[in-house]
Every structure is written in C-alpha cells, then in structure tokens.
C-alpha cells in the first residue's frame, strides 16, 4: 500500500510538473530557452531600450524610462517623462538588460514560481512583456515588466 501511494504520489508529481514546462509546438515564444539563444546568436551588447516596471511600488520605479547599454551592462537610466537620469544605486533589482531579464525568466521557473508568463519580439526575440507571480497565495508582489524600442547602437 505504501509503495503504491508513493508511486501514485511520484507520478502525480512528475505529470504536474511536466505540464507546467510544457510549451504549445505551435508558438515559440513561449520556448523561454529558444528565444534567449536566438537574441544572443544577434551579438546585441549595445543597445537603447524602453523599460518600465509594474507593481506594488513607490512610484519613482514604475515610471518608464530609457535604459542604455553597453557591452551587456546598463550605462545610464532616463526617466522618459522629463529626462531626469536614475541615480545608479537605485538600478539594483529594477531595471534590467534584456539578458538580465531571461535570466531573471529562468530563474522564476526553476524556482517554482505560480505564474510566469512572457512575450517576445517577433523579430529580436527579446522578453517584451514578462509577468512573474512568486505565489498566489501572497498579495502584491506581482512583477510586470515591458521593454519596447529597442535600438542597437
């Protein structure tokens, strides 16, 4: 009986898990690990994009705002709105390069997150829109990001 429930268990387990990395064949932009190999087979490293945060956060972060790049680090961050730059202390955590933002993607699946769900450009592959929900079960921390315009230099 107890190995029967174990295997009954095991095999929920793996069916449960199995689904939740399945990708639908007809739409690669779902395929998290197809799209970041496409966007790095390009060599983009320097680039301007438009970035903006969605949250349950003080407002100065979810402005959008211009990120520059280069050699896939972030050089400068604008606020679109007035052109103010972002002071670099405050980038930690909040804005991301386009490779930062797979990585970050990936590490939300790995850890188990409930919902992950992510858009690409058609023709870039970059992460357009990306919702990440840690967990249901907790209020407000959602994360939607949108990166758009992107421009190589």
């Known amino acids: 009986m107890v190995t029967a429930t174990r295997a009954l268990l095991g095999a929920l387990f793996i069916s449960l898990t199995l689904s939740a990395c399945t990708t639908s064949p007809d739409d690669p932009g779902d395929d998290l690990l197809a799209n970041r190999r496409q966007w790095q087979s390009q060599h983009l490293t320097n680039y301007q994009v438009q970035f903006r945060l969605s949250c349950f956060c003080i407002t100065d972060v979810t402005q959008p705002v ?76 959602e994360r939607w990001f949108e990166m758009s315009d992107l421009q190589p230099r």
């Open 66 to 141: 211009t990120l520059q790049v280069r050699n896939n680090a972030i050089v400068s961050v604008t606020r679109v709105a007035d052109g103010v730059a972002v002071p670099p202390s405050k980038w930690e955590g909040i804005y991301y390069t386009v490779d930062q933002m797979f990585a970050l993607i990936a590490d939300a699946q790995v850890k188990g997150a409930d919902e992950v769900r992510v858009e690409y450009h058609t023709e870039l592959r970059y992460p357009t829109t990306v919702f990440i929900d840690q967990s249901t079960r907790l209020a407000d921390e």
